[in-house]
């Protein structure tokens, strides 16, 4: 099968790389999802009375509360961008043929 890539002057994209960084995207996710659960099970512990060390304390990542939408919206621009690869892959391919 033929590589599928997009180039727009100065930008080479190929669709490996888009599955790569959507992959990395979704680590990063997951990692954020853990970081807010043992946010929650620290201030719970906070709340029933218990002391939490210092160093035990989770330090959130971003601080932010819009992180998970801004991961959505990175995961759209991902798909927009790999469905602009793949069809001009495409349209490149008919022009050779």
């Not at 033929?2 to 990395?24: C, D, H, P, Q, Y």
């Amino acid at each position: 099968m033929a590589k599928e890539n997009f180039s727009s002057g100065e930008i080479t994209v190929e669709v490996e790389a888009i599955r790569l960084i959507r992959e990395m995207m979704l680590i990063g996710l997951a990692s954020f999802g853990e970081i807010e659960r043992l946010i929650d099970r620290q201030r719970f512990r906070e709340s029933m009375g218990e002391s939490v060390p210092d160093d035990d304390k989770v330090i959130h990542a971003t601080g932010c509360s819009d992180t998970v939408v801004n991961f959505a919206d990175a995961l759209r621009v991902l798909d927009s961008l790999e469905t602009k690869v793949r069809l001009t892959a495409r349209k490149q391919a008919r022009n050779i043929a």
